[in-house]
Structure formats: structure tokens, C-alpha cells
């Protein structure tokens, strides 16, 4: 056996490597809605750029700081913050994720969802779907 082989088997042996898991394994199941199928993708991303908006709403009627001013109900546009969660946060993040743990189908959910924030992004639209064809 290769030593390449006998390291890569032998990750999780190590109390310090076993935390490190565990550890990525809960961040990544908090952050992976980018990486469910489409529809949940779509309704999950909706309640938390709710979640923001009323966060907002509540900063600048208490007249606080605002916290997070993408986040803005009428200015916002949630393709472009899911396109930037993605980009900065999650995909990294599940790349090392998927080269540890082998996981094809949150991959192939988080292409095809990048691809769908994308599209309407380019569309221009803001908001969750594309607009109905006139």
C-alpha cells in the first residue's frame, strides 16, 4: 500500500482530525442550501432573504444600524445574493467537502442551482422565480 493510501485512510484516526470533521460536517449542513434540489433550493433561499428582510426592516424602523444593507426588500436582488453566497462561501467549501466524503449529488444540485440563480440574474429578475411569459 502507497503512503497516499494509508494517510487518506487514516484521517479520521486522530482525536484532533476526528473534531475537525465533525466540525466541517455540521458547517456544511448548515450552509448546504445551495446544495439541495432545485425546488427546496428555491423555497429555503426565500425564507432566509425573508428572514434578512425583516431584519432590516426592523433595523431601520428602530432607526439602529443596518446590519446587512444588501439586504434591502426593495433594492435586493436574491439571484445575486445566492450567485455571492455560492461563490465566496460555499463552493470551496464543498469542493474539499466532496473530495473528502465523495458527494456527487449535492455537487450536481449545487451546479445546476448555480446555473438557475445565474439565469435569472442575467434575466435581471430579483426575486426567487423567473416572471410568468407574457
Sequence with gaps: ????????????????????????????????????PLELCIEWAGRISEEYFAQTDEEKRQGLPVVMPVFDRNTCSVPKSQ??????????????????????????????????WKNLDEMKCKSLRPPPPS
Design 1 to 36: 500500500m502507497n503512503s497516499d493510501c494509508e494517510g487518506q485512510s487514516n484521517i479520521g484516526n486522530s482525536p484532533e482530525n476526528r473534531l475537525l470533521i465533525k466540525r466541517m460536517l455540521i458547517k456544511c449542513a448548515d450552509v448546504a442550501n445551495p446544495c439541495r
Design 83 to 116: 450567485i455571492s453566497f455560492i461563490d465566496y462561501f460555499i463552493t470551496d467549501m464543498f469542493d474539499a467537502w466532496d473530495a473528502f466524503a465523495s458527494l456527487p449529488n449535492l455537487m450536481e444540485h449545487l451546479s445546476e442551482n448555480y446555473k438557475y
